[in-house]
């Protein structure tokens, strides 16, 4: 059997099955069996218990790294900033490798013009056709129209829509904030008083 020190990957070589234990009592770890289908079979002189710890550790990262579906939900008679923002945040999600299901709903009158909503659902597939690819195409279910969408490969990507940054906000003396609260005051019962008029 071919025999490597696991804290450090030197290899020993093939040695018997008799000397290999023996050298790894000599280290004071366990000889751990890795490949027995190759030819020769290969063991690791390693501690058993922290050896097991890291394959548990593997398989858990290896199912956190599965893909998730995030969903994200339009309307018909979305605004155009609202568009926006939530493109960007499907960009954001594709961005993190998480796959797409982008849902249009129908509500009352909307559901005379699925029309609309197809031609909608095309034009956010046109828009993100830089970030991810189709799985499903648009296609209409009782009130609703779904498209599922995966991300294409990271080197691939490119975002038209700009990330959110954080508005620099200035810091003001206590003064100062007694006359911007007093005036807000004013301005909202201004506000107040056209509406009722």
Wanted: glycine residues 6%; aromatic residues 6%; neutral net charge.
């Amino acid at each position: 059997m071919r025999v490597i020190i696991g804290s450090t990957g030197q290899q020993l070589g093939i040695l018997n099955t008799d000397e290999a234990i023996r050298r790894a009592k000599s280290y004071g770890l366990d000889l751990i069996e890795v490949a027995p289908t190759a030819n020769p079979p290969v063991c690791r002189i390693a501690d058993f218990g922290k050896f097991k710890y890291e394959l548990t550790k593997k398989e858990k990262e290896s199912k956190h790294s599965a893909t998730k579906i995030k969903e994200i939900k339009f309307r018909v008679k979305i605004g155009a900033h609202d568009y926006e923002t939530k493109l960007r945040h499907a960009e954001e999600f594709i961005e993190k490798g998480n796959k797409l299901k982008i849902v249009l709903q129908f509500r009352g009158r909307e559901n005379a013009h699925k029309d609309l909503g197809l031609a909608m659902m095309y034009k956010i597939k046109q828009d993100l056709e830089t970030m991810a690819l189709v799985d499903m195409p648009p296609k209409i279910v009782g009130r609703a129209v779904g498209m599922t969408m995966s991300p294409l490969p990271a080197a691939k990507r490119k975002r038209k829509y700009a990330k959110i940054e954080e508005e620099y906000v200035e810091d003001v003396d206590s003064e100062e904030e007694d006359n911007n609260e007093s005036a807000e005051t004013v301005t909202a019962e201004g506000k107040e008083e056209n509406h009722a008029g």
